[in-house]
């Protein structure tokens, strides 16, 4: 009898096995979320279409006569004996780091990255589909952001394959959908022509309808964070872009809708926002944001003050817990900066003045004895990973854990 070899398989069907931590049923959510979020099952949302998840190769469509497939333990162990020194160097900084401190990544499909965090070179497909198990192996990467939430709703089943990729207590900073959390949306003035040839015409912008909506938000973000993903589930990331002043809502509306919408959320989340508007950075944001319990995420933005800068308006004491975000240097264009820097595998324009100001948020933080969560991306200086190390040294060159006071016979 003759005998087909088995088919190799793709990055993901390689990983060592490992079942998703227990999900809780829709049943376990806050009844008012699971009645918003059946009845918005139709909203205005579902007529947006949602970018398609990537995907691997098919195994069906593999070559019978490729190489058989090594068992999954054996290629972890080889990815490990390959970062052997990159992971016990991190070790060693991690060791010095203090409790409750979470630094990552704005994301991790990165090809360039291998020999930073990968052992081997794959495709950004791939990375983006499989790629989060060994990125977790990382001593020094211990959360990370999931971008792709800010552009469309990311579908239970990708939610329940990171799931299976992370040790427990991994936590992701995931990003609220753009139609929550943007004042405008751009609207195509002529609709796409069914010629090839033609295309839409230029867009413009209009007033969102949905602006921080809560019946949007507990659908469309919370739901899925509180039932498939809840054991990794982190802050939430509200992300509200700049406005030009034609379409920018005043300050006094502004606030009204920001601290109602902030009332309403969940409290089983835990929120942050990041302004990316200056004109609403006061001190009646700080107000309502210290009211809520939500935190500002001191963001590293073209046109934002620098960290330290914000951290003098909304003291890191504010919230709960405190989060950083790394993007790009003010001042700076974003495509221009991803042509520069790429493959992102080195830094290319350190900042150290920006390093230091992070690293005083993330101590004062681990003295307050708060959680903080620090997102790097690539633009903010060439390689995120290695923007990660830097940080990490600072906070380790600065950190003394706060002493408990010594009492004396009598005292």
Known sequence: MRHRR???LPLGARRAARPPAALASAAALPARVADVAERAGS???????????????????????GPAPEPAAVEAARERDAMAAVYDDAARLAARLPP????????????????????????????ARDGLAEYARHPLLTTVGIDRSFYAPVPDSDFRRYGAQLPDGFRCVSKALHAVVSQTLERSQTPP??????????????PNPDFLSVPLFLSRVAAPLLTVFRAHAGPVLLELPPVG????LPPRAFFERLDAFLGALPRELSCAVELRERAYFTGEYREILGARGVAHAYSYWRNMPSPGAQAEVVPVSNAPFAIVRLSLKPGRRYEAEKRRFHPFNRVVEPDPEMRAEVARILCEAA??????FTLVNNKAEGSAPLTVRAIAEEVAAAWRAPTAPTTTAGG
């Open 43 to 65: 909203s205005r949302l579902d007529r947006v279409s949602r970018s398609p998840g990537r995907r691997g190769a098919d195994p069906s469509q593999l070559s019978l006569f």
């Open 367 to 372: 003295a307050l004895r708060i959680e903080s």
């Open 245 to 248: 002043p034609p379409h920018r």
């Open 100 to 127: 409750g401190l979470h630094l990552g990544t704005s994301s991790w499909s990165f090809p360039g990255w291998q020999g930073l965090v990968y052992a081997a070179r794959h495709s950004t497909e791939e990375l």
């Open 6 to 8: 088995r088919p190799a």
């Open 193 to 206: 022509g069914e010629d090839e040839g033609r295309s839409a015409g230029p867009a413009r912008l209009e």
